[in-house]
């Protein structure tokens, strides 16, 4: 059983090859400051939201939109309400967006779908070209006053796509909305700050980001259908030589789940979605990575599959041996027991340190009580553990896009009160 002891520290140390640049972004995160870009003109910019069965919260990112310290002629807003069954249509229009579409489709699911629906109307409008840019939101989003401002900074600096930090509205709510909270502070300030010190290319994280309408006319469109759009999108930018950007100073707000059962199913999409994006874009990242010398193909990679593929081969082993140690009586199960044991306390104490460094700097960023915060830390692990039968279920299961029902009808007051 020595064996196994041995197999669980290679893995350990296959995850800490992978990752320990990640370590070094913290490093860079922590010493250095990121460079403000200077005001620049307003350009002219459209929002852009595919809500689906969204009546309850979409009124409220609407009106934080229109309430932006940026000139309201500049910023036009435009909803798909895709296969929706309730009244999110109306709502969005009682609020002001400038335009509404409706969008029936049982075949095409997912947000890929609705914004290509959606840049698909502009450009029948003769719209599409009238914009510099565009936002793309998820009708659960909230944001700061000066986003929209702070974003056109870091755009009018010579970025054509730009991604923002990402907060959330019900951080206190329990474990599982802290787990996700925790996980996107972390991935703004150590992952996407620290590539934009450093010069190489940040990565879109589902929603609040902007994008140069000539990327949008070069692709024709939205022309990114897999389960994880945003990586899809990422992923075919930087190989197509783009630097995404990150702006620290535009904040927005999410929602994230508090049921279990809501919460396994989007990060079960999430799971194959990683694996979809690996099987298309794979070898042209590897590529990208050895014969183009590009880091940030090679961080695309480390983002996607190994944590997947070293959990799993993790799990699978110790597993395996402990059920052979039981079915033919050989006494070595405790020893097979207290390896898995000690690789878990090491994971636990790793994502403790990351979950808990994030609290701290992220600290006067999180809006809920301090006794919350502080049980935060020590839950982080559990909840990131949990990816653990996600990600075995998600690599033989049939995964399909399945919208989340957001229901925090909260408004900008209301999270820092």
Same mark, same amino acid.
């Given at each position: 059983m020595e064996f196994v002891s041995f197999l669980n520290w290679i893995i350990a140390i296959l995850f800490v090859a992978c990752y320990a640049y990640q370590f070094f972004y913290i490093f860079v995160s922590l010493v250095f400051k990121s460079k403000k870009s200077p005001d620049a003109q307003p350009k002219r910019y459209a929002a852009l939201i595919s809500a689906r069965n969204e009546e309850n919260v979409i009124a409220n990112l609407i009106e934080s939109i229109k309430k932006q310290k940026y000139p309201s002629e500049l910023l036009d807003i435009y909803v798909v309400a895709d296969n929706c069954t309730d009244?999110? !249509?109306? *709502?969005?229009?009682? !609020?002001? *967006?400038?335009?509404?579409?409706?969008?029936?489709n049982n075949v095409q699911v997912g947000k890929g779908y609705a914004l290509e629906f959606l840049f698909d109307?502009?450009?029948?409008?003769?719209?599409?070209?009238?914009?510099?840019?565009?936002?793309?939101?998820?009708?659960?989003?909230?944001l700061d006053e000066n986003y929209v401002a702070e974003m056109n900074k870091t755009f009018c600096a010579g970025h054509r796509v730009v991604t923002s930090y990402r907060n959330s509205k019900n951080f206190g709510s329990n474990w599982i909305s802290a787990g996700y909270s925790l996980w996107f502070l972390r991935e703004a300030r150590y992952l996407n700050n620290a590539r934009m010190i450093l010069g190489t290319s940040c990565a879109i994280s589902g929603t609040g980001f902007l994008v140069h309408k000539d990327i949008i006319l070069r692709n024709g469109g939205w022309k990114h259908f897999l389960l994880t759009e945003d990586i899809e999108f990422t992923v075919d930018?930087?190989?197509?030589?783009?630097?995404?950007?990150?702006c620290p100073t535009a904040v927005f707000y999410d929602e994230q789940p508090v049921r279990f059962l809501q919460s396994w199913h989007q990060r079960m999409r999430w799971a194959k979605g990683y694996l979809q994006v690996f099987r298309h874009y794979g070898l042209s990242l590897i590529k990208g990575s050895t014969v183009g010398h590009n880091f940030s193909c090679f961080d695309m990679m480390m983002s996607i599959m190994p944590a997947i593929v070293l959990t799993m081969l993790s799990f699978v082993l110790n597993f395996s041996v402990s059920l052979w140690s039981i079915l033919t009586f050989n006494g070595q199960v405790t020893v097979v027991l207290f390896s898995l044991l000690e690789s878990l306390v090491n994971a636990y104490g790793l994502l403790f340190f990351l979950g808990g460094i994030t609290l701290l700097t992220e600290w006067k960023n999180i809006y809920c009580s301090t006794p919350r915060k502080i049980l935060s830390a020590f839950t982080f692990p559990l909840f990131m553990f949990t990816y653990i039968p996600i990600s075995a279920v998600a690599l033989f299961k049939k995964v399909e896009w399945k919208p989340i029902q957001h229901g925090v009808s909260k408004k900008l007051d209301d999270i820092r009160a």
């Amino acid at each position: 059983m020595e064996f196994v002891s041995f197999l669980n520290w290679i893995i350990a140390i296959l995850f800490v090859a992978c990752y320990a640049y990640q370590f070094f972004y913290i490093f860079v995160s922590l010493v250095f400051k990121s460079k403000k870009s200077p005001d620049a003109q307003p350009k002219r910019y459209a929002a852009l939201i595919s809500a689906r069965n969204e009546e309850n919260v979409i009124a409220n990112l609407i009106e934080s939109i229109k309430k932006q310290k940026y000139p309201s002629e500049l910023l036009d807003i435009y909803v798909v309400a895709d296969n929706c069954t309730d009244s999110t !249509a109306q *709502a969005a229009r009682k !609020a002001g *967006a400038t335009h509404v579409w409706e969008r029936f489709n049982n075949v095409q699911v997912g947000k890929g779908y609705a914004l290509e629906f959606l840049f698909d109307r502009l450009k029948e409008e003769n719209l599409i070209e009238q914009y510099d840019g565009y936002f793309v939101f998820d009708a659960d989003n909230l944001l700061d006053e000066n986003y929209v401002a702070e974003m056109n900074k870091t755009f009018c600096a010579g970025h054509r796509v730009v991604t923002s930090y990402r907060n959330s509205k019900n951080f206190g709510s329990n474990w599982i909305s802290a787990g996700y909270s925790l996980w996107f502070l972390r991935e703004a300030r150590y992952l996407n700050n620290a590539r934009m010190i450093l010069g190489t290319s940040c990565a879109i994280s589902g929603t609040g980001f902007l994008v140069h309408k000539d990327i949008i006319l070069r692709n024709g469109g939205w022309k990114h259908f897999l389960l994880t759009e945003d990586i899809e999108f990422t992923v075919d930018n930087i190989l197509k030589g783009e630097k995404i950007a990150y702006c620290p100073t535009a904040v927005f707000y999410d929602e994230q789940p508090v049921r279990f059962l809501q919460s396994w199913h989007q990060r079960m999409r999430w799971a194959k979605g990683y694996l979809q994006v690996f099987r298309h874009y794979g070898l042209s990242l590897i590529k990208g990575s050895t014969v183009g010398h590009n880091f940030s193909c090679f961080d695309m990679m480390m983002s996607i599959m190994p944590a997947i593929v070293l959990t799993m081969l993790s799990f699978v082993l110790n597993f395996s041996v402990s059920l052979w140690s039981i079915l033919t009586f050989n006494g070595q199960v405790t020893v097979v027991l207290f390896s898995l044991l000690e690789s878990l306390v090491n994971a636990y104490g790793l994502l403790f340190f990351l979950g808990g460094i994030t609290l701290l700097t992220e600290w006067k960023n999180i809006y809920c009580s301090t006794p919350r915060k502080i049980l935060s830390a020590f839950t982080f692990p559990l909840f990131m553990f949990t990816y653990i039968p996600i990600s075995a279920v998600a690599l033989f299961k049939k995964v399909e896009w399945k919208p989340i029902q957001h229901g925090v009808s909260k408004k900008l007051d209301d999270i820092r009160a």
